[in-house]
């Protein structure tokens, strides 16, 4: 049998990931320019920071920066998640799991074009990045966000931005570089050093994802707060990172790759897609439920923003439903989960509907009722789409497509549910 | 006309997987095989048919569903309205949240108890009833293929057991 083990990228893919950044970015001007054409008539709606275009254009970068950093950072938690619980079934698509961590470092470095534009004013969309907030003698004093000045002091909050986003870069890219000297070497030394660093890595990560959510989501209503927020948005992290997994693995075997990846392995990814979305839903469901039983002021405000004002509730329940129902409904049976046409078809659905959760996590909280999703929203997402499709397929040329030495490599060729 | 039934035990489940799949295309018709823990690819190899209890489980959970919400509309809506919370009392829906986890564990509850319960009926696991093992030693270590067999044929399947690896093959009266 003649093993196809290094993924070449053909220049046909790769044109079609560049034709996709550009037809984004064609729509993302046309969209500029309508909605440019649309204010100059009606200019007296004033000069609320919410309305402006550039809080439109920086919101939206917020939700794809944090989108597609989630799919990287997703891809090495359950790259970590492998090694610390010594799953062996997925060992002969593993190389696909580190080309998608690889895309960390981007998404670290789109996080901190927005953030460091919010810390130097270039945008509004964290109100407590405003210093005048703390001043007890500015106007726009607020009592609420001065308390928490402790937390969000600008040396605080990027000391912790750089030490998550250090740890997590550092830990997947050991993890990788340790899982390419497994070829080399051999033996189960290097297997168990992954094995050490995934559990430190677990731990760290249990804790900072949800301090980073915290950090970088839910401050975006700064005077509301949720226990179940940080898990809400790990949740959706994890599940867009699996889809890109499964669609990858997917796409490579129907070109031929990934020979030994058989039904069974295709059965336990789809497996996850359909845990995962259950785990989404069942967080999404618990945050909503508390905070609509309890009915406290302070903490509605987060769904009033959402279901009363400014026009989203419509889009609010079809993506709760979407990304509940589909899954579902579609890969409830076993023979769905084996199914590559279905497959592809629900996580093609469901990743959009994920990204569509962000655009709520985020536009309720900065440009309220002047949303809408055009050619703006459109066109930056297929720029950012067919930038990552790019780097990844890139990434996966990079290594043998079937690793050596790998104690579980020969259990895992063999795998059958 | 009955048939007399065959016990041939084993020592591994390497030799059983082999030996159903011989007597399998041979003719032989196995009518259950007993083994102290589950034999992986057994049922593709005695062509067992896929289980209709995931149709039992829906139609269990889907009755559970509605027998959860029935019993909340009539504690909750229509026999006794209670204010909690000061949500509004008037209609189902419009308390719809606070009925989602209780409608979810009944059917939880009833897909798993009916499940169990078909399960148990179906293959006539219950208290009082003999039990169909005919060898205690396949709850340890040992592995019992169960075949059926015409009286004339009995000699030439019994060999057939022999050659298959079988240890011991005794005709059960």
């Known amino acids: 049998m003649d093993l196809k083990l290094n993924y070449t990228l053909p220049d046909k893919t790769k044109r079609l990931t560049v034709v996709t950044m550009a037809a984004g970015l064609v729509i993302f001007a046309?969209?500029?320019?309508?909605?440019?054409?649309?204010?100059?008539?009606?200019?007296?709606?004033?000069?609320?920071?919410?309305?402006?275009?550039?809080?439109?254009l920086w919101a939206n970068l917020l939700v794809n920066s944090f989108f597609f950093m989630g799919i990287g950072l997703g891809?090495?938690?359950?790259?970590?998640?492998k090694y610390g619980s010594e799953a062996h079934y997925a060992t002969v698509f593993k190389r696909v799991v580190e080309a998608v961590t690889k895309f960390l470092p981007y998404g670290a470095v789109f996080m901190l074009v927005v953030l460091l534009a919010g810390q130097l004013h270039l945008h509004h969309l964290y109100h407590w990045m405003d210093s005048s907030v703390y001043d007890p003698t500015s106007p726009h004093y607020d009592v609420k966000i001065a308390e928490k000045y402790a937390y969000f002091n600008p040396a605080f909050f990027w000391a912790r931005f750089f030490v998550f986003f250090g740890v997590w870069i550092l830990c997947q890219r050991k993890l990788v570089k340790n899982s390419l000297n497994e070829d080399l070497s051999g033996g189960t030394q290097t297997h168990f050093k992954n094995v050490t660093l995934s559990a430190f890595f677990l731990v760290f990560f249990g804790f900072t994802s949800s301090v980073a959510s915290w950090d970088w989501m839910m401050s975006l209503d700064v005077h509301w707060f949720s226990t179940m927020f940080g898990w809400y948005i790990f949740s959706g992290i994890w599940i867009s990172a699996m889809i890109t997994i499964l669609l990858l693995v997917l796409y490579l075997r129907k070109n031929g790759y990934l020979e030994y990846v058989n039904e069974s392995h295709i059965h336990d990814i789809g497996k996850w897609v359909f845990a995962i979305s259950f785990l989404w839903t069942y967080l999404f469901f618990c945050q909503f439920m508390l905070i609509w039983y309890a009915n406290i002021p302070e903490e509605v405000t987060y769904f009033q923003n959402r279901l009363e004002t400014n026009g989203y509730k419509g889009l609010f329940w079809m993506v709760f439903f979407t990304n509940f129902a589909l899954p579902m409904l579609l890969l409830m049976s076993r023979d769905a989960k084996r199914n590559s046409g279905l497959l592809v078809g629900v996580s093609v659905i469901i990743f959009v509907f994920h990204w569509l959760d962000i655009f709520l996590i985020v536009m309720p909280s900065t440009v309220a009722s002047h949303w809408g999703i055009g050619g703006i929203e459109i066109g930056m997402f297929l720029v950012f789409l067919g930038f990552m499709v790019n780097r990844l397929l890139v990434f996966l040329t990079e290594a043998p497509l079937l690793p050596k030495n790998h104690p579980y490599l020969e259990e895992s060729i063999h795998h059958h549910v | 006309m009955s048939k007399n039934i065959i016990n041939a035990i084993y020592g591994d489940d390497e030799v059983v997987l082999n030996a159903a799949k011989k007597l399998r295309s041979a003719g032989v018709t196995i009518r259950e095989i007993f083994s102290p823990y589950p034999i992986h690819g057994i049922e593709a190899v005695l062509g067992v048919k896929k289980t209709r209890l995931a149709t039992c489980a829906f139609l269990y959970g889907i009755t559970g569903t509605l027998l959860g919400t029935l019993m909340m509309w009539y504690m909750m809506i229509n026999d006794w309205p209670t204010i909690v919370g000061g949500k509004p009392n008037w209609k189902y829906f419009y308390n719809m949240p606070a009925f989602i986890p209780i409608t979810f564990e009944c059917t939880v509850f009833c897909a798993a108890h009916g499940m169990a319960l078909t399960f148990l009926l179906r293959s006539w696991i219950l208290p009082g009833v003999?039990?169909?093992?005919?060898?205690?030693?396949?709850?340890d270590d040992k592995f019992c293929v169960q075949v059926e067999a015409e009286p004339a044929q009995v000699d030439s399947v019994i060999a057939k057991l022999k050659e298959s690896g079988a240890e011991e093959v005794k005709v059960q009266s």
């Open chain 1, 30 to 56: 046309i969209g500029i320019i309508f909605n440019m054409l649309g204010h100059s008539e009606g200019h007296a709606e004033g000069h609320g920071h919410a309305g402006e275009l550039s809080t439109r």
């Open chain 1, 75 to 81: 891809a090495t938690f359950y790259m970590a998640l």
């Open chain 2, 130 to 139: 003999s039990p169909k093992n005919p060898d205690p030693r396949t709850t």
